[in-house]
């Protein structure tokens, strides 16, 4: 059986605003291609990250800790990192799992671009 392949694609708001689209699954086989994204998102004057999830297929534990490296990454250097586009599945696995109170939900990526703003 093949395996959805992830998609991590960076695109810059502002000099202090990033989001990262990702697509297809969030896996421990997304290790790279996730982190290269971040990395890049995570400009030296980036204050917020904006992770969207519209297009996500699949998503497990191993996704999550992957997640949770980047957030410890974003702590680091006093960046945020804001979530949009959870279908209800994975918001409530957010819920679940507290990562809600790290990653701040919003529906939309115009909301979570509003909330970055202030």
């Known amino acids: 059986m093949a395996q959805a392949a992830t998609s991590a694609h960076v695109r810059g708001v502002d000099e202090r605003t990033s989001i990262i689209d990702i697509s297809g699954e969030l896996t421990a086989a997304s290790e790279n291609e996730l982190g290269a994204a971040f990395a890049t998102a995570a400009g030296e004057r980036t204050r917020t990250i904006v ?6 297929e699949y998503m497990n ?3 999550i800790g992957l997640l949770v490296t980047l ?3 974003a702590n680091r250097q006093h960046q945020k990192m804001l979530a949009c586009g959870l279908n209800e599945h994975y918001r409530q696995i957010f819920e679940l799992t507290r990562l809600d109170e790290a990653i701040a939900i919003h529906t939309t990526e115009a909301d979570a671009l509003a909330a970055a703003a202030h």
């Open 61 to 63: 534990s191993s996704g």
């Open 71 to 73: 957030l410890v990454r």
């Open 51 to 56: 992770m969207n999830f519209d297009r996500l």
